[in-house]
Structures are given as structure tokens and as C-alpha cells.
């Protein structure tokens, strides 16, 4: 898996869009891109993944870069309990069969 | 729809001791993997089972030891347990034809005293 670089803690003012970056400058052009969090005292949670498009769902939108080494997750309208920790992933498969590994991910504060 | 479910939740262990901690995968997965998170760090791959057989692992010792049942259950045995191995466990369940996402359980928090 390529190796993901992300901002170790971010703000955001609440009802703001939060963008947290990805750096993956080394993703080979058949690795995906997968982002998840995690509330404290819960597990990781999946919100999005895309290859080389824009993605969009009900939790979050993902822009990756035409060169693919970087992304941005876009959440367009923090709430508290957005706050939370927020991993980046590069992995080869999104099915089963395939590890995450997990960086240190970004520490978002969402503030009233 | 119940997601995954661990047990546990919480745990304390002498060093020494063996542990065995338990999940039940999503309902319609049928592979599940093991993560071990040390406090203020990311989740770390263990291993993942399919088809009741160990299919992937990660750099964990021989201690660490699973097993798949038939009914895509799993439980993860750690023997000789040190003060390190004090950490949360994560059970992460998926379908391995499916294309989403893997559903994680809350985790069991275990302590080694």
C-alpha cells in the first residue's frame, strides 16, 4: 500500500465545510483511495472511497487530484459530532482480501 | 440491522494469562479481520479470516492466534500475555465479493496488569 501523509490535527467552526488533505504521492494507478473515521471509544468508521473520479455521498465528498497524489475530503457542513479522527487510506482492493493500514490520520475539532 | 458485535467490551489480565476474545460479523459478511490500536495511534492489521482459514496476517507474533466458525464468527486468542499487548481489539467484518466498505465493532479494551 502507498504511503499517506495527512495534517496530524484541524479545526473547523461548526456548520463550516470541513477539507481535510491527503498526500499519497506514491499510489500506483490501481490503488483506491479510502477514508474512515473514528469517534472516540468506537471503531473505525467507512465514508467514502474513489479511484480516480470525484465521489459524492450522504456523509461526504471526496476530490482526488487529476495526477492522483492527492485528495481532499470535503464534509460540507461540520457538526460536533463530526469531531472525531479521520484516516486516509491507499489500498490496492476494496474488497475483502485486503488489509487497511492505518496511518496516524488527522484530529478534527469541530468548535461551536 | 445489527452490525458487528464484540465481547467483551472490557478486560483485565494478569501477565502470563491467555485471553480469548469473541465477534460476530454483520449480518451476510463472511470474512473478518482482527485489529489491534495502542492508545493514540492508527489501527494495526493482525490477521483475516475467510472460509474459516487464516487468509492474511500482519507482523504479529505466533501468540496471537484466531479462529473462524462456520457461521463466519471469529475469536481472537492471545497467549502469554504481556504488559504491551494492552490495547483496544477491533473485529472488522466484510463480504468478500462486496465492494463497500469494512463495518468495524466498538472494540474490546484490554488491560494486562
Known amino acids: 500500500d502507498a504511503k499517506t501523509t495527512q495534517p496530524p490535527s484541524m479545526d473547523c467552526a461548526e456548520g463550516r465545510a470541513a477539507n481535510l488533505p491527503c498526500n499519497h504521492s506514491t499510489i500506483s494507478g490501481n490503488e483506491y483511495v479510502y477514508w474512515y473515521r473514528q469517534i472516540h471509544s468506537q471503531g473505525p468508521q467507512y465514508i467514502i472511497h474513489g479511484l480516480k473520479n470525484n465521489e459524492t455521498n450522504e456523509m461526504a465528498s471526496l476530490i482526488i487530484t487529476e495526477d492522483r497524489k492527492s485528495s481532499t475530503l470535503i464534509l460540507p457542513h461540520a457538526t460536533l459530532r463530526d469531531t472525531a479522527v479521520y484516516y486516509c487510506i491507499a489500498s490496492l482492493s476494496h474488497n475483502a482480501g485486503n488489509m487497511l493500514t492505518f496511518g496516524g490520520g488527522t484530529r478534527l475539532m469541530v468548535k461551536p | 440491522d445489527a452490525g458487528v458485535t464484540q465481547s467483551p467490551t472490557h478486560l483485565i489480565k494478569t501477565r502470563g494469562q491467555q485471553v480469548t476474545l469473541r465477534c460476530s460479523p454483520k449480518s451476510g459478511h463472511d470474512t473478518v479481520s482482527w485489529y489491534q490500536q495502542a492508545l493514540g495511534q492508527g489501527p494495526q492489521f493482525i490477521f483475516q479470516?475467510?472460509?474459516?482459514?487464516?487468509?492474511q496476517r500482519g507482523n504479529f507474533p505466533d501468540r496471537f492466534s484466531g479462529h473462524q466458525f462456520p457461521n463466519y464468527s471469529s475469536e481472537l486468542n492471545v497467549n502469554a500475555l504481556l504488559l504491551g499487548d494492552s490495547a483496544l481489539y477491533l473485529c472488522a467484518s466484510s463480504l468478500e465479493a462486496g465492494v463497500y466498505g469494512y463495518t468495524f465493532g466498538s472494540g474490546t479494551r484490554l488491560t494486562v496488569v
Open positions: 479470516y475467510y472460509e474459516e482459514e487464516e487468509r
